[in-house]
């Protein structure tokens, strides 16, 4: 990896609590998960699976309805979910192929899915969750971008969020101000990758530092997400954001 991309898994790790609130649109986002979940399975609900569950936002607001298992390749994203979330249970490993040896009766992969760049990346994420989910049990997958939603060069920025500080043993000064600035383009739109760059502005006493990052990302049709979704054994199911329209469906995707 260059030492100039994913740092903020790395690195930069200490600013993901900033960008974005557990209480704000995650919590949001984990009501549709929990609501869509109980809507399709067939079967008691009281497990789930988060692959790439990143610094354990999704699994604090999950946490209070299912017993939460999260996986992550970022040993530091995982030290922050374990502090935010110290009653789940959380292993480092990879999405595209790993074997807890037992199953989930639900599975949710979120954003961490758009770091397969490949239709076989993809395809393995599929097997890897079809293989750890009960039969009548619900895996929810959602695409960021598909090649009919992206937009070229688009840009938005965020302020950072303190959220009354959830996570023991952060005390983030109070002159701590970060902007996170995003930018997403294709410099190929014949391959199936895309970038993210990101800037992080950070303020603190009037000093101004700013570092960049880089991200490559996954950019499929929806043609590919259905046709594998099915090909790795699921009934598919389709829905929508109901606060985000322009996004890509959500899929809900049954083991029978």
Not at 35 to 53: F, Q, S, V
Not at 112 to 125: F, Q, W
């Amino acid at each position: 990896m260059n030492e100039t991309e994913n740092r903020l898994y790395n690195d930069l790790a200490w600013l993901w609590p900033l960008w974005g609130a557990p209480s704000g649109d995650y919590a949001r986002w984990c009501a549709q998960v929990t609501r869509m979940i109980e809507k399709y399975a067939n079967r008691p609900l009281r497990t789930i699976l988060n692959m790439g569950c990143g610094g354990g936002k999704n699994a604090y607001n999950l946490k209070g309805r299912y017993a939460v298992t999260g996986i992550d390749l970022s040993p530091h994203m995982l030290e922050l979910a374990r502090q935010l979330n110290p009653e789940c249970r959380f292993i480092q490993a990879d999405m595209r192929q790993f074997e807890l040896g037992e199953t989930f009766d639900a599975i949710l992969v979120d954003d961490a899915i758009s770091y397969m760049t490949s239709l076989e990346e993809l395809s393995g994420v599929f097997a890897a969750a079809y293989r750890h989910l009960v039969p009548g049990g619900v895996l929810i997958v959602t695409p960021d971008e598909t090649r009919e939603s992206f937009r070229q060069n688009y840009t938005e920025a965020t302020l950072s969020e303190r959220d009354d500080n959830p996570w023991p043993g952060q005390d983030w000064p109070a002159d701590l101000e970060v902007a996170f600035i995003e930018n997403y383009y294709d410099p190929d739109p014949s391959d199936s990758a895309y970038e993210a760059t990101f800037l992080y502005l950070i303020r603190q006493a009037g000093q101004l530092r700013i570092e960049s990052d880089r991200h490559i990302l996954g950019l499929f049709s929806l043609v590919d997400w259905r046709e594998l979704l099915r090909i790795a054994g699921f009934t598919l199911h389709e829905e929508k954001d109901t606060e985000f329209e322009r996004l890509p469906p959500i899929f809900v995707c049954l083991k029978a």
